[in-house]
């Protein structure tokens, strides 16, 4: 009932919205004799305000056309590689004549970078992604919105995303003979589990892991968004926060963890910082300072974008993650697809190189949850673990911004690098060997 009566207020605004937003363009528009008064920018500022706060905001795209290589600037064809129901496989493919950076690019690390699913779609790491693509090829989890999934294509568990990440390394193997993994926030714990059940059948396991900022162990100096999930009961989250979608989108009736509930959630973590925002948007827009409020209008268009979670993943993820603690437990059980329940055992992990980085001011995945995973991946020896603090960075300052760019990527590149045909593990150079036979045969590709 709760979705339906939200998406009836969303209706009954939209109409302000487009009205406010008719209003603050006629108001600001320079061949107008009353944009010049002080009274008609103030309400222009007001109106153009109203309707940022009013409108619906779509699914973002990720925008990258371009990149620059080894000096050079090379075109980004954005293609989806791979599909399923709640999730598409996208590949940023650089393509270029220049035959220096072709002998440049052909060799470079592959890299999968999971995308969290966690309220915010994978656009959320467009900056991770243009600065990975300056030095390797890059692949990127692209969620589906879960509103978007008809009921006929079944529940998604956290099962679900575990055989996802499989089929998506998989995949890239397939093409490349391996691949490097890097996960951003949530999906460290899933996509530790899936290398865990892929070492532990003896399938080739990726080159090496990066995990940034995600709560392998959630006991370790838990926060705000940790405590929640800890003192509510598992009912407490079903009675509370699942609706079921209503019947004008396509997964009528699923139940789902609404978008609009999680942004809700979000903003209450900070509201004194978003009214701020807000209001230095309104003061900017005055003062006619196109550079900060088109940074704003980049940032809410993003912060402001959400997605519906399925229900049963959700409160998978609540239970093993959060509450049982499963993974660092050993107690976390994984169905397959054919039905086959495995252990997830990090200790199977042996021949990949195993990268944490935590954020010294995340208030979202506490010092030490990220770290922990080089407890837990006993089968890895120290010489191939490594851990990266960035200091003054918080969650997201880890994965974009300059932080990300000056302090974290230049560790990651390195890291990635180690683990290539020439680096420091043998058993998965080796292995790698069939990718660069695949990279030498692309004509124009990276």
């Given at each position: 009932?709760?979705?339906?009566?939200?998406?009836?207020?969303?209706?009954?605004?939209?109409?302000?919205?487009?009205?406010?937003?008719?209003?603050?363009?006629?108001?600001?528009?320079?061949?107008?004799?009353?944009?010049?008064?002080?009274?008609?920018?103030?309400?222009?500022?007001?109106?153009?305000?109203?309707?940022?706060?009013?409108?619906?905001?779509?699914?973002?795209?990720?925008?990258?056309?371009?990149?620059?290589?080894?000096?050079?600037?090379?075109?980004?064809?954005?293609?989806?590689?791979?599909?399923?129901?709640?999730?598409?496989?996208?590949?940023?493919?650089?393509?270029?004549?220049?035959?220096?950076?072709?002998?440049?690019?052909?060799?470079?690390?592959?890299?999968?970078?999971?995308?969290?699913?966690?309220?915010?779609?994978?656009?959320?790491?467009?900056?991770?992604?243009?600065?990975?693509?300056?030095?390797?090829?890059?692949?990127?989890?692209?969620?589906?919105?879960?509103?978007?999934?008809?009921?006929?294509?079944?529940?998604?568990?956290?099962?679900?995303?575990?055989?996802?990440?499989?089929?998506?390394?998989?995949?890239?193997?397939?093409?490349?003979?391996?691949?490097?993994v890097m996960s951003v926030c949530q999906p460290t714990v899933p996509v530790l589990a899936a290398v865990?059940?892929?070492?532990?059948?003896?399938?080739?396991?990726?080159?090496?892991?990066?995990?940034?900022?995600?709560?392998?162990?959630?006991?370790?100096?838990?926060?705000?968004?940790?405590?929640?999930?800890?003192?509510?009961?598992?009912?407490?989250?079903?009675?509370?926060?699942?609706?079921?979608?209503?019947?004008?989108?396509?997964?009528?009736?699923?139940?789902?963890?609404?978008?609009?509930?999680?942004?809700?959630?979000?903003?209450?973590?900070?509201?004194?910082?978003?009214?701020?925002?807000?209001?230095?948007?309104?003061?900017?827009?005055?003062?006619?300072?196109?550079?900060?409020?088109?940074?704003?209008?980049?940032?809410?268009?993003?912060?402001?974008?959400?997605?519906?979670?399925?229900?049963?993943?959700?409160?998978?993820?609540?239970?093993?993650?959060?509450?049982?603690?499963?993974?660092?437990?050993?107690?976390?059980?994984?169905?397959?697809?054919?039905?086959?329940?495995?252990?997830?055992?990090?200790?199977?992990?042996?021949?990949?190189?195993?990268?944490?980085?935590?954020?010294?001011?995340?208030?979202?995945?506490?010092?030490?949850?990220?770290?922990?995973?080089?407890?837990?991946?006993?089968?890895?020896?120290?010489?191939?673990?490594?851990?990266?603090?960035?200091?003054g960075a918080g969650h997201y300052g880890i994965f974009s911004g300059r932080r990300w760019r000056e302090?974290?990527?230049?560790?990651?590149?390195?890291?990635?690098?180690?683990?290539?045909?020439?680096?420091?593990?043998?058993?998965?150079?080796?292995?790698?060997?069939?990718?660069?036979?695949?990279?030498?045969?692309?004509?124009?590709?990276?």
């Amino acid at each position: 009932m709760l979705y339906e009566l939200y998406e009836t207020q969303r209706a009954l605004m939209e109409p302000f919205s487009d009205l406010a937003n008719f209003a603050a363009k006629s108001l600001s528009n320079p061949v107008s004799p009353l944009a010049q008064s002080a009274f008609s920018q103030r309400m222009a500022a007001s109106y153009e305000l109203m309707h940022r706060l009013a409108k619906d905001y779509e699914k973002p795209e990720f925008g990258l056309r371009s990149v620059e290589v080894e000096g050079v600037e090379v075109a980004i064809h954005e293609r989806t590689e791979w599909s399923r129901p709640f999730c598409n496989l996208l590949r940023f493919k650089r393509l270029t004549d220049d035959t220096n950076t072709l002998v440049a690019i052909k060799d470079q690390p592959v890299v999968l970078i999971v995308a969290p699913l966690s309220g915010h779609y994978a656009t959320l790491l467009r900056d991770t992604v243009i600065t990975m693509l300056k030095d390797h090829k890059v692949y990127i989890t692209d969620w589906v919105n879960a509103r978007l999934v008809p009921l006929s294509e079944g529940q998604f568990t956290l099962d679900d995303y575990v055989n996802y990440v499989q089929d998506c390394i998989r995949h890239v193997q397939s093409k490349y003979g391996n691949c490097h993994v890097m996960s951003v926030c949530q999906p460290t714990v899933p996509v530790l589990a899936a290398v865990s059940l892929m070492a532990g059948r003896g399938e080739k396991s990726p080159l090496s892991m990066t995990m940034m900022g995600g709560p392998i162990d959630a006991r370790k100096s838990p926060t705000a968004v940790n405590n929640l999930a800890m003192n509510k009961s598992y009912s407490w989250f079903e009675n509370n926060v699942i609706y079921k979608v209503p019947s004008k989108f396509p997964g009528a009736g699923r139940r789902v963890y609404p978008g609009f509930l999680q942004h809700t959630g979000f903003v209450a973590m900070n509201p004194d910082h978003h009214a701020k925002s807000h209001y230095d948007y309104f003061k900017d827009l005055i003062k006619g300072d196109d550079v900060s409020t088109e940074a704003h209008r980049k940032f809410y268009d993003e912060y402001n974008a959400v997605l519906d979670m399925d229900a049963d993943y959700y409160l998978d993820t609540i239970k093993v993650v959060f509450q049982d603690f499963s993974l660092v437990n050993g107690t976390w059980d994984v169905t397959s697809p054919e039905g086959v329940v495995e252990r997830v055992r990090p200790a199977a992990i042996k021949t990949t190189g195993l990268m944490s980085i935590e954020g010294e001011l995340d208030d979202i995945s506490g010092s030490g949850q990220t770290r922990a995973v080089h407890e837990i991946c006993t089968g890895v020896t120290a010489a191939h673990k490594r851990h990266f603090e960035a200091v003054g960075a918080g969650h997201y300052g880890i994965f974009s911004g300059r932080r990300w760019r000056e302090t974290v990527y230049p560790e990651v590149k390195a890291f990635i690098a180690s683990y290539q045909p020439a680096g420091a593990m043998k058993t998965t150079v080796a292995r790698a060997t069939p990718a660069k036979k695949t990279a030498a045969k692309a004509k124009r590709a990276g």
